[in-house]
């Protein structure tokens, strides 16, 4: 018992409350020890310590010589570790006293990867596959990522635990597409990135998901397909299977291709014959799949888009693609419309060269480097998400190219032949005031915005360089003014970024100093106590002054045979 009161001494007082609870551990960082390894400090057969009082009772009578560790392959100090019973509090693993130990996760999922070595090892045996599962560090821990390779048929699936950058997903799928025939890709909760997300779903048509469930002392792995629109149920791993094409779950039908090479690639190229449709039908069908993928946010690959629209589009060159893109933006669309075939990506999520080409010939102007091609084609590409996505919003407006390519300086009002997108929204038609011309613009460097626009400028006017408080309170001028013509619910979204941009405002250091904001409701109600006191009656104004007169004889008549002697004053 001496021991426990020099622990609880030696923690900070503000920690004292939580060691009463039994997370104050000794030499730990005040969370509760879930996890351990059982035989030694280098074993990989992980363990949720029960926790409860009677559980970790029977787990005990069933385990007598069971001996608990801070694993290294947790990330742990490699010290023993004691199971620590309590009847009013949780159940937990502790170190020994004066045991220093930074491991970072110690919560019931901190043992997964371990977990899901044991999963596969024996959902391999039980299908007769020779394979074996390793734990990867990929910068943050040992259980980062867990890659299961099948030897003989060179097959290769990646479990992904920690959250990886899409450049660096996009790097390491090429090199260990080159090292095996098939390759899948599965990723925990909050993994993918949404660049790697759109590459999955282009390619393959689903993106491969997993989670746990603790079971008793243990956690067991469960999977599912999930594209935008739908998802399949959580399975466990003996209803998946190994096939030649890679991972197969219960109820998706793959849509990639044979193999990941590029040879394989080429080689279903050549042994698929496509039917040849008629240029009429090749328009309509490209047009419609770049507004499905408009519809859903994601921009596809030239082949992503020939698996949807049709495989005779794949084997078409350069001239040939743009003459259909160029057919594709002219059919059916008005002026000002968004560009479609800005849409289109490589493999680096950069627009083709010969998307420049499409440019060129509808919207006029070609961009002189691949940075203002890139920079273009993502504005188009927003608005195209504002136009055809389900809600639809108002599209910001087209970047302008000059003469030598390079992007124009942003015009501050619209073109009288410019038309606007009209978007319905609830609650009713937006009243937007008339357009004023530019000698009422009092606020220099502000472009006269429509009031539905104005949410997303203040939004923007948080990330943008230069002097960004003085945009963003001149825009909360601006939305001020609107706030009086916006119905609903335009006018409380509005309300809530006005009060995002308020705090971010008050937050900088940068901020000049101004007075305190007046509400509206605080402005009307002063005004209208200016109005009244304005009207008081003048018996109430005299009503007061003779309130304050303290002599009571104050304006009376002298008595007679006084004259103009002083009155006497009376005792008081």
């Known amino acids: 018992m001496d021991h426990i009161l020099v622990s609880i001494n030696r923690c900070p007082p503000s920690r004292q409350a939580r060691v009463a609870r039994g997370e104050c551990v000794n030499g730990s960082d005040g969370r509760l020890v879930q996890t351990a390894v059982i035989g030694s400090r ?6 949720i310590l029960p926790t409860d009082a009677d559980e970790l009772t029977r787990w005990r009578r069933r385990h007598p010589a069971y001996t608990y560790w801070c694993g290294t392959q947790l990330g742990g100090c490699g010290n023993e570790l004691s199971d620590r019973l309590y009847r009013d509090k949780v159940c937990h693993f502790a170190h020994r006293p004066h045991t220093s130990c930074h491991r970072t ?3 019931a999922a901190s043992a997964d990867h371990l977990f899901i070595k044991d999963d596969l090892a024996a959902w391999a045996g039980r299908n007769r596959l020779k394979g074996r599962a390793t734990s990867r560090d990929l910068g943050t821990g040992p259980g980062d990522a867990v890659d299961f390779r099948v030897g003989a048929a060179r097959q290769h699936v990646r479990f992904q635990f920690s959250k990886l950058a899409h450049a660096e997903w996009h ?6 597409s080159g090292e095996s025939a098939t390759l899948d890709w599965v990723f925990g909760p909050g993994t993918a990135q949404p660049e790697t997300m759109e590459a999955l779903y282009d390619e393959y048509g689903y993106l491969l998901r997993f989670r746990f469930e603790t079971q008793g002392a243990v956690r067991r792995i469960r999977l599912r397909a999930e594209d935008p629109r739908r998802s399949t149920d959580w399975v466990p791993l003996d209803a998946c299977a190994m096939t ?12 990639r ?16 014959a496509p039917v040849r449709r008629s240029r009429e039908e090749q328009v309509l069908a490209l047009k419609e799949a770049l507004v499905s993928a408009a519809r859903f946010r994601t921009r596809p690959t030239w082949e992503a888009l020939a698996r949807t629209a049709g495989s005779d589009l794949l084997g078409l060159s350069v001239p040939d693609r743009v003459g259909l893109l160029v057919a594709v933006e002219r059919v059916g669309g008005a002026e000002g419309r968004p560009l479609l075939s800005a849409l289109i990506r490589n493999g680096e999520s950069d627009p083709p060269p010969f998307v420049g080409d499409v440019i060129t010939t509808v919207v006029g102007g070609t961009p002189a480097t691949a940075a203002v091609l890139k920079r273009w084609c993502e504005r188009e590409a927003d608005r195209a998400f504002a136009v055809h996505g389900v809600p639809s919003r108002t599209a910001p407006s087209r970047l302008l190219l000059t003469a030598d390519g390079q ?5 501050t009002t619209a073109g009288p032949a410019q038309r606007q997108t009209i978007v319905h929204v609830e609650g009713g038609p937006v009243r937007q005031s008339a357009a004023r ?4 613009n009092l606020t220099p460097g502000v472009p006269l915005l429509r009031d539905t626009e104005i949410r997303h400028a203040l939004h923007s006017a948080r990330q943008r360089r230069g002097p960004r408080p003085r ?10 003014e609107a706030l009086t013509r916006l119905p609903e619910p335009q006018r409380t979204e509005l309300v809530a970024e006005m009060a995002t941009t308020r705090r971010w405002l008050d937050s900088r250091p940068d901020t000049s100093e101004r007075n305190p904001r007046q509400s509206r409701r605080a402005k009307k109600a002063a005004d209208a106590k200016k109005t009244a006191a304005a009207k008081q009656p003048a018996r109430a104004k005299k009503t007061q002054q003779r309130k304050k007169a303290k002599n009571t004889l104050q304006g009376a008549r002298p008595l007679p045979g006084v004259g103009g002697a002083q009155s006497k004053k009376r005792p008081k």
């Open 257 to 272: 291709r044979a193999g990941t090479s590029p040879a394989a690639g080429a080689g279903a190229r050549r042994n698929a």
């Open 42 to 47: 280098n074993s990989g057969r992980a363990i």
């Open 105 to 107: 996760a110690t919560g």
């Open 471 to 480: 945009y963003a309170a001149a825009l909360m001028a601006r939305a001020e």
């Open 171 to 176: 790097q390491a799928r090429r090199r260990l």
């Open 244 to 255: 030649p094409s890679g991972l197969r779950l219960p109820g998706v039908e793959p849509r």
């Open 407 to 411: 992007l124009a300086a942003q015009r």
């Open 437 to 440: 011309p530019k000698s009422e």
